[in-house]
């Protein structure tokens, strides 16, 4: 668990950046649990103010810091000058290995399980698709060409494709943030990829607030937010088989739309 800018942040797995269906890998997600890099290359601003590195992105003299970076505006991040390593740029590679080397692992449970099929049923009347849905299993998608246009932020956060289900509690002991602001949540999250979740078991939520699936879908805003408010799942039992469906998720699973 980090505390960012951002606020409380569990680390999202890469592998659901890009959609692994398509072979040129150039539908992207929305970055960050708050929709706040529309670019791999973002990043940089964690590399020099996180990780203590000077970054990548540099002037023309191909050695000297640009100090010209933001998210978003006024310049996309990608295709500037950077580093190179054997003649190839660092974010190049960076943005390359997280395309094309990063896989989902492949679930241990099998897709043809009852309880895999009958969850999957249940998933699908519940709605769960309006944000979990797709190749990506997230309905989250950068719908531009870097950098953005006017309106589409608000709050340094790509507003549409934030989802608010409930699972913001400003009150939590861990929602701070690094620049003693409010932390980012009140407008909702961008939803995370359900693909391959079984390999990450241990925290959920943008801030690690729960430790289980089934604690995830004890809340009944998140759960009933594909149905309007109506809720499809009051049955435990059919909760726990939504949640053995989510384990089954991998690469092999067809998608909904």
Known sequence: MWIFAAGPRRTVPQHTDFDQTD???????????????????????????????????????????????????????????QLKVRGVGGWDALKAFVQFGIRAPISPVAAG?????????????ANCQLCHGGPQWTSSRVRYTPPPGAGVLVNGQIIS??????????????????????????????PPSLLSLFAFPETFLHNGALNSLDAVLDNVTHR???????????NAADRSKVVRFIQSIDASTP???
Do not use: C
């Not at 399980?113 to 009347?125: I, K, N, S, T, Y």
């Open 255 to 257: 998608p909904i739309p």
């Open 23 to 81: 072979p040129d890998r150039t539908t992207q997600r929305a970055l960050n649990w708050s929709a706040i890099f529309d670019e791999e290359e973002d990043f940089e601003l964690n590399i020099r103010g996180v990780s203590g590195g000077l970054g990548i992105i540099v002037l023309a003299d191909g050695v000297s810091q640009d100090t010209n970076v933001q998210a978003f505006t006024p310049l996309a991040n990608a295709n500037r000058n």
């Open 224 to 234: 009933s937010a594909g149905t309007g408010g109506v809720d499809t799942l009051t």
């Open 113 to 125: 399980e009852p309880d895999v099929v009958a969850g999957r049923a249940l998933f699908q009347a």
């Open 161 to 190: 494709e934030l989802k608010n289900v409930g699972t913001f509690n400003s009150a939590f002991f861990n929602e701070v943030r690094a620049t003693a602001a409010a932390p980012l949540g009140a407008d909702g999250f961008n």
